[in-house]
């Protein structure tokens, strides 16, 4: 089975890259150059754009081949890295009806009274290198330069694919580490078939973290490379809107992407080489720092201060804080967009995804976490949610007498226990664990909200202490005024957090011990 690693590039560097010593040095044989002609098909709506899904086909000497391919999609409630399926066509009409995997041919076929047309013509130009790795790995190099065309708008490519059919599945990887190291990449996060509808009018989207699918029989290896994956995939399925848009929810996407592989992170850590867990773990805080700044802005700005604003609208000191939280906004959001855009997301996205499909954590010379990787998943996860619970219980239970800080402790606790339910509840049948997490998301909204107002006074200082002589006194009336309004707000939320907590700790639990 092939593992593939797309790329992107900017179009100025093709040269550097076809110049590059390292990639002369690993070619087995001279490289091989082409160009490939392709049509792309889809509704005149978009019916298959907007479902992740990609029919091409393209003329191979005197045949015809027909591509058909799905990525980040949700089946049954479930969400699929990939789906993909080639066959011959008689002619160079699409016909997804010969697709032979039935989820993806029904993906792939248009509503009733619906008809494929061309939507891209794309010409790719293509040099092909075979390459021996200094560890003796085969890996296939692929550079291209194209451009697609929909009508008389043109969007113009420059990608490397790496692919190996070797074991060792961190080798694509190394050798983009090695080129990444020179000339700048991005790891691609969509199709570049869907890239270029999105560049010609589509525009990127954002999603939500989907559900995971871990089977019973799974070990513990096994399902930590799915719940990584599934971090990773929810991480750079927000990254073009970050990086290309003003959109909050990509900012606040992202964030959750890390937080939930760091909470990933720590539930394995004990199959971890120490070193491996502290540098990834170390690597992750470092990422999210800038969102965490967005997002806080983000939160405040909308719907702290946002809702009464526009309750006192006609109060001439919201217009100062307004206009201040609006340019800090937009150097936060700056600030994020160039931390995306450095060479460091993406060396830690390709060390991290090199890490994983290398299985590099079974370095580790020790018996005991070498045998742990190959207990059955669902032995871990009921002690490991037993585990959260019972932290969860303890200061429930005396709820009424925790302090502020114990409280926010508390909202910590819920949210590691949200994500092990999320990360293990198709271990268990999700109806049968649907009721605790509609309880647990009733908890987390209300210490959510609770801790959204422990910020804002934070920050209603900083901004205060920050501002201009002019600026100050409207900025602390405003402020003030927020922090009312949402004072007696926290107060009845603190009456119904209480319920909220019981009705948590009364439910029935859903793992066996």
């Known amino acids: 089975m092939k593992k593939n690693l797309r790329l992107t590039i900017d179009g100025k560097d093709l040269n550097r890259i076809r110049n590059l010593r390292q990639l002369r040095e690993m070619s087995s044989q001279r490289a091989t150059t082409g160009t490939v002609g392709a049509t792309c098909f889809d509704t ?19 045949r015809y081949i027909q591509s058909v391919c799905a990525t980040g999609i949700s089946l049954h409630g479930v969400r699929v890295r990939r789906l993909h399926w080639e066959n011959p066509l008689p002619t160079p009409e699409p016909d997804p009806g010969a697709v032979g995997n039935a989820d993806l041919r029904a993906l792939a076929t248009p509503s009733p009274g619906s008809l494929l047309e061309p939507v891209l013509q794309c010409r790719i130009h293509r040099t092909i290198r075979h390459l021996v790795t200094p560890k003796r790995r085969a890996v296939n190099f692929a550079l291209e330069n194209g451009e697609f065309a929909a009508g008389d708008d043109n969007q113009k490519f420059s990608e490397i694919v790496l692919d190996t059919k070797s074991a060792d599945g961190a080798a694509p990887f190394d050798v983009a580490l090695d080129i990444h190291a020179k000339v700048p990449l991005r790891v691609a ?9 999105q560049a010609l009018g589509a525009g ?51 964030r959750v992407a890390m937080r939930r592989m760091r909470s990933a992170l720590r539930i394995f850590r004990d199959v971890m080489p120490r070193e491996q867990y502290e540098r990834i773990t170390d690597e992750v805080k470092w990422q999210t720092k800038s969102l965490a700044d967005t997002r806080d802005l983000d ?10 604003a526009a309750a006192m609208e006609g109060e001439p000191a919201f217009a100062v804080l307004m206009k201040r939280l609006s340019e ?9 967009r160039e931390e995306i855009a450095d060479p460091r997301f993406t060396t830690f996205l390709l060390e991290t995804l090199g890490w994983i499909e290398g299985r590099k954590w079974r370095n580790r010379r020790d018996a005991g976490a070498t045998a742990l990787l190959q207990r059955p998943i669902i032995e871990l996860s009921d002690s490991l949610l037993s585990k959260r619970f019972k932290k969860v219980r303890k200061q429930g239970r005396v709820f009424d007498t925790l302090s502020a800080e114990e409280k926010h402790q ?5 949210k590691k226990l949200r994500y092990a339910t999320d990360f293990f509840s198709s271990l268990y049948g999700r109806e049968r664990v649907r009721g605790f997490t509609t309880e647990m998301q009733k ?24 501002s201009s002589r002019n600026t100050a006194g409207p900025i602390a009336r405003a402020g003030a005024l927020v922090l009312g309004w949402h004072s007696f707000g926290a107060e009845q939320a603190t009456k119904t957090l209480a319920d909220d907590v019981a009705r948590l700790l009364a439910c029935k639990r859903f793992w066996s011990t």
Not at 47 to 60: D, F, G, P, T
Not at 189 to 194: A, G, L, M
């Open 299 to 308: 939160v405040f700005m909308d719907e702290i201060v946002g809702p009464v």
């Open 443 to 466: 908890l987390q909204d209300g210490l959510g909200y609770m801790n959204d107002v422990a910020v804002a006074r934070d920050l209603v200082a900083h901004l205060v202490k920050t």
């Open 204 to 254: 990127p989207g954002w999603r939500k973290a989907v559900p995971l699918d871990l089977p019973q029989s799974a070990n513990v290896e096994d399902t930590l490379v799915h719940i990584l994956h599934h971090c990773l995939d929810h991480l750079m399925d927000n990254e073009q809107i970050t990086r290309l848009s003003d959109h909050p929810e990509g900012v606040h996407q992202m």
């Open 189 to 197: 996060t969509t199709s570049r078939e869907i890239a270029a509808l």
């Open 328 to 336: 800090d906004r937009a150097n936060a959001r700056t600030e994020a």
């Open 410 to 414: 508390l909202r910590i606790d819920v």
């Open 44 to 62: 005149a709506d978009q019916q298959l754009a907007s479902r992740n899904v990609v029919i091409e086909v393209r003329k191979v000497d005197n």
